[in-house]
């Protein structure tokens, strides 16, 4: 047996995310796979590889195309602080080569490391450095493969492929204004991780100027390091102002032509691309109520309307979308029947009861997206007009892929064995799956999955190994995320599903339930939060632990706690401020406490303007709810945390001081929204569980 624990298991892997192949590029031909993987499930540096599908018999199908250790000849790779925000936005764990771009023929691939730039031929795995200025961000090649694009220094910048004729198309014009990236709310509420787009002729560019002036200047300090300044930026909160960003076509000479559109009313840049019928954008307004996508006349920046999207509470912003086909057609989504339904031309295509959730990708076989019958699984789907809507996974799970030039790649993740697995498939030929070194977990998970109650609440149960019908009930111990935009409950081994089962192996009765507000399970289901995001998910907690203990006499209801990060942090303090009769004790991680101080774009959805809803602000304020607390609580906030800043846990405490309720407080120096790494998820999961056992008697 292992004498490796979960949480060092956890620590080691990161999560598991180590060694599993992904970042998928499909070459024209459909033959070549490119991918990103590290050497081992314990190995952080990551490599770029090539599968090779018509291999000759014997040889090997892999080719590793870049080690990163080679091209750092041992040194350690050294990140600029807007490489570690842009891995922060995008929740990358790994380390080295973590991301790729590549041309439309995928022979040339580039990427950044260590702040410089890199260029790799796919055929040979000749790879060059280019004297690119430094630190780089987000380097693509324009879909020629001519020349290569990237920012650096908040400027869009264009080297050309063989190393030649590095210049600024677009260099900044203020002391708060970048080229090419995406500001914060993009990054953290959008899922816009881009901010420029090539032509595909390589001829031009599609550019976002961010201007952050008008923004409130926020900073972040590490107090265990007092002789490092700290660090400024510029910070969205609710009601405050926005980024001004505005789009502009870069020619290659540095002639810039401004996109026309009225920022007034639509300050939200949610989406834009250039494809063969020209560039387009998808602009929001404030209150989220209306999305207009507009075509771009690439010659004078002017612009026409193809599609409005309105919706009272908000319009849902799909990723992948908005795109469109070979044809032309615009692709969308609508909310109808209960049904968010892709639509092309503004006419749904696909059935009602089959609920959209991403659009993948679009080539000549058409649209290929991910959809939910079930809330708990999401499938894989294309669309083809002559062919109309089928399905391409139906094993239960959770669904993804690639495809092009009829090679799919599809990624699985099912309820039946840990961890992700890839078949990248081609008719007629049997299946191929490029090697995993991911890690297997040391706990096999014990756990029901089930609907609780007469609202069908999606839940999962998770009891100790050991134990038995007739042994003495469990306290028991809500592990959700509970809220929008986030599942726990879904169709796969996760690694939260792990952290459930070890916090069972300890003496616990683990219930996960996905309530009001999260995704999957249709449009009414996701706005039962709209103006109020805590109280609707509390009482779906409270009623799913109920229902589950009538079905379940393992429960000890005289002994129930609740742990949670970020809005599961919010949760959790939540239920023992407001329903301390049920909840006995409380563990949050990294809360956001008071509802000000998150960001505009993701707080102002659900609880509108502070300015037209200051009530709903005051309501959820967990700092001016502070003197009900009875129970004993636990925050933990990371210090290094630039989504939901310190200061939410260090107010809430110094407002439990003041009311005279004791709580604890563990300070994570370094830490971001992301959580610990290393050494330090060990150590956190043992805290907590010590605090646990102190808290709740006999445990």
Same mark, same amino acid.
């Given at each position: 047996?292992?004498?490796?624990?979960?949480?060092?298991?956890?620590?080691?892997?990161?999560?598991?995310?180590?060694?599993?192949?992904? !970042?998928?590029?499909?070459?024209?031909?459909?033959?070549?796979?490119?991918?990103?993987?590290?050497?081992?499930?314990?190995?952080?540096?990551?490599?770029?590889?090539?599968?090779?599908?018509?291999?000759?018999?014997?040889?090997?199908?892999?080719?590793?195309?870049? =080690?990163?250790?080679?091209?750092?000849?041992?040194?350690?790779?050294?990140?600029?602080?807007?490489?570690?925000?842009?891995?922060?936005? +995008?929740?990358?764990?790994? +380390?080295?080569?973590?991301?790729?771009?590549?041309?439309?023929?995928?022979?040339?691939?580039?990427?950044?490391?260590?702040?410089?730039?890199?260029?790799?031929?796919?055929?040979?795995?000749?790879?060059?450095? @280019?004297?690119?200025?430094?630190?780089?961000?987000?380097?693509?090649?324009? #879909?020629?493969?001519?020349?290569?694009?990237?920012?650096?220094?908040?400027?869009?910048?264009?080297?050309?492929?063989?190393?030649?004729?590095?210049?600024?198309?677009?260099?900044?014009?203020?002391?708060?204004?970048?080229?090419?990236?995406?500001?914060?709310?993009?990054?953290?509420?959008?899922?816009?991780?881009?901010?420029?787009?090539?032509?595909?002729?390589?001829?031009?560019?599609?550019?976002?100027?961010?201007?952050?002036?008008?923004?409130?200047?926020?900073?972040?300090?590490?107090?265990?390091?007092?002789?490092?300044?700290?660090?400024?930026?510029?910070?969205?909160?609710?009601?405050?102002?926005?980024? =001004?960003?505005?789009?502009?076509?870069?020619?290659?000479?540095?002639?810039?032509?401004?996109?026309?559109?009225?920022?007034?009313?639509?300050?939200?840049?949610? *989406?834009?691309?250039?494809?063969?019928?020209?560039?387009?954008?998808?602009?929001?307004?404030?209150?989220?109520?209306?999305?207009?996508?507009?075509?771009?006349?690439?010659?004078?920046?002017?612009?026409?309307? @193809?599609?409005?999207?309105?919706?009272? !509470?908000?319009?849902?912003?799909?990723?992948?979308?908005?795109?469109?086909?070979?044809?032309?057609?615009? @692709?969308?989504?609508?909310?109808?029947?209960?049904?968010?339904?892709?639509?092309?031309?503004?006419?749904?295509?696909?059935?009602?009861?089959?609920?959209?959730?991403?659009?993948?990708?679009?080539?000549?076989?058409?649209?290929?997206?991910?959809?939910?019958?079930?809330?708990?699984?999401?499938?894989?789907?294309?669309?083809?007009?002559?062919?109309?809507?089928?399905?391409?996974?139906?094993?239960?799970?959770?669904?993804?892929?690639?495809?092009?030039?009829?090679?799919?790649?599809?990624?699985?993740?099912?309820?039946?064995? #840990?961890?992700?697995?890839?078949?990248?498939?081609?008719?007629?030929?049997?299946?191929?799956?490029?090697?995993?070194?991911?890690?297997?977990?040391?706990? =096999?998970?014990?756990?029901?999955?089930?609907? *609780?109650?007469?609202?069908?609440?999606?839940?999962?149960?998770?009891?100790?190994?050991?134990?038995?019908?007739?042994?003495?009930?469990?306290?028991?111990?809500?592990?959700?995320?509970?809220?929008?935009?986030?599942?726990?409950?879904?169709?796969?081994?996760?690694?939260?599903?792990?952290?459930?089962?070890?916090?069972?192996?300890?003496?616990?009765?683990?219930?996960?339930?996905?309530?009001?507000?999260?995704?999957?399970?249709?449009?009414?289901?996701?706005?039962?939060?709209?103006?109020?995001?805590?109280?609707?998910?509390?009482?779906?907690?409270?009623?799913?632990?109920?229902?589950?203990?009538?079905?379940?006499?393992?429960?000890?209801?005289?002994?129930?706690?609740?742990?949670?990060?970020?809005?599961?942090?919010? @949760?959790?303090?939540?239920?023992?401020?407001?329903?301390?009769?049920?909840?006995?004790?409380?563990?949050?991680?990294?809360?956001?406490?008071?509802?000000?101080?998150?960001?505009?774009?993701?707080?102002?959805?659900?609880?509108?303007?502070?300015?037209?809803?200051?009530?709903?602000?005051?309501?959820?304020?967990?700092?001016?709810?502070?003197?009900?607390?009875?129970?004993?609580?636990?925050?933990?906030?990371?210090?290094?945390?630039?989504?939901?800043?310190?200061?939410?846990?260090?107010?809430?405490?110094?407002?439990?001081?003041?009311?005279?309720?004791?709580?604890?407080?563990?300070?994570?120096?370094?830490?971001?929204?992301?959580?610990?790494?290393?050494?330090?998820?060990?150590?956190?999961?043992?805290?907590?569980?010590?605090?646990?056992?102190?808290?709740?008697?006999?445990?």
């Amino acid at each position: 047996m292992s004498t490796i624990t979960l949480p060092q298991q956890l620590a080691r892997t990161r999560r598991f995310t180590l060694g599993a192949p992904d !970042h998928f590029t499909i070459a024209p031909d459909g033959a070549t796979v490119l991918f990103l993987r590290s050497r081992a499930g314990d190995d952080p540096l990551s490599c770029l590889w090539a599968l090779d599908l018509d291999a000759a018999p014997g040889a090997e199908a892999e080719r590793l195309l870049v =080690d990163p250790a080679e091209l750092l000849s041992g040194g350690a790779e050294q990140l600029s602080d807007e490489e570690r925000t842009r891995r922060e936005r +995008s929740r990358e764990r790994s +380390s080295g080569i973590v991301g790729y771009a590549t041309d439309a023929a995928a022979r040339l691939a580039v990427f950044a490391l260590s702040g410089n730039l890199w260029s790799v031929d796919t055929a040979t795995g000749a790879a060059r450095r @280019l004297p690119a200025e430094s630190p780089v961000l987000d380097p693509r090649p324009d #879909p020629t493969g001519s020349r290569i694009a990237y920012v650096s220094a908040g400027a869009l910048r264009v080297i050309e492929a063989d190393g030649t004729g590095d210049r600024a198309v677009a260099a900044p014009d203020g002391p708060h204004v970048a080229f090419g990236l995406p500001e914060h709310v993009a990054g953290e509420s959008m899922d816009r991780h881009r901010g420029y787009w090539w032509a595909p002729d390589g001829s031009r560019l599609l550019v976002a100027r961010v201007d952050e002036s008008p923004v409130t200047l926020w900073y972040i300090a590490d107090p265990a390091n007092p002789a490092r300044p700290p660090r400024a930026m510029r910070y969205p909160a609710a009601g405050g102002a926005n980024a =001004d960003v505005s789009l502009w076509i870069a020619d290659l000479d540095g002639a810039r032509t401004p996109v026309a559109w009225d920022p007034s009313a639509f300050e939200y840049l949610t *989406a834009a691309g250039w494809d063969a019928h020209g560039p387009f954008a998808a602009v929001q307004s404030r209150d989220q109520r209306t999305v207009r996508v507009l075509a771009v006349d690439p010659a004078d920046g002017s612009t026409a309307q @193809l599609s409005e999207a309105r919706d009272e !509470h908000w319009v849902k912003l799909v990723p992948g979308l908005p795109a469109r086909t070979a044809a032309g057609a615009l @692709l969308g989504s609508a909310d109808r029947e209960d049904t968010r339904r892709l639509t092309v031309d503004g006419v749904p295509v696909t059935p009602p009861g089959l609920q959209l959730r991403a659009v993948l990708g679009v080539d000549d076989q058409g649209v290929l997206f991910t959809a939910s019958e079930e809330q708990t699984e999401s499938h894989l789907w294309s669309y083809h007009p002559e062919e109309g809507v089928r399905a391409l996974s139906t094993e239960p799970g959770m669904h993804t892929g690639v495809r092009r030039a009829g090679t799919l790649v599809h990624v699985a993740r099912t309820p039946d064995r #840990p961890g992700r697995r890839v078949d990248v498939l081609r008719p007629g030929r049997p299946a191929v799956q490029p090697l995993s070194h991911a890690e297997r977990p040391v706990l =096999d998970l014990r756990v029901t999955r089930f609907s *609780a109650g007469p609202r069908e609440l999606r839940s999962m149960l998770f009891l100790p190994s050991w134990h038995r019908a007739g042994d003495a009930p469990l306290p028991v111990l809500l592990d959700p995320y509970g809220g929008p935009g986030g599942q726990k409950v879904t169709a796969e081994q996760g690694s939260w599903g792990h952290v459930s089962q070890w916090f069972a192996e300890q003496g616990f009765a683990v219930l996960v339930t996905d309530g009001a507000g999260t995704p999957g399970r249709g449009p009414r289901w996701e706005r039962e939060i709209h103006g109020d995001i805590l109280r609707p998910v509390l009482d779906d907690q409270v009623a799913a632990l109920h229902a589950t203990a009538e079905r379940h006499p393992e429960l000890d209801l005289a002994r129930v706690a609740v742990r949670g990060w970020s809005f599961g942090a919010s @949760l959790a303090i939540t239920a023992v401020l407001h329903r301390p009769d049920v909840f006995h004790a409380a563990v949050a991680g990294a809360p956001a406490t008071e509802p000000l101080m998150y960001d505009t774009h993701w707080r102002e959805r659900y609880l509108g303007h502070p300015d037209q809803y200051p009530e709903r602000y005051e309501r959820d304020s967990l700092v001016a709810a502070a003197p009900l607390l009875t129970r004993p609580l636990l925050l933990m906030h990371g210090f290094a945390d630039d989504n939901v800043f310190p200061a939410h846990t260090l107010r809430l405490s110094t407002a439990l001081l003041a009311a005279g309720r004791p709580h604890e407080v563990l300070p994570l120096s370094g830490v971001s929204h992301a959580g610990p790494s290393g050494a330090d998820v060990e150590r956190m999961l043992e805290h907590q569980l010590d605090f646990l056992r102190r808290s709740l008697p006999s445990v």
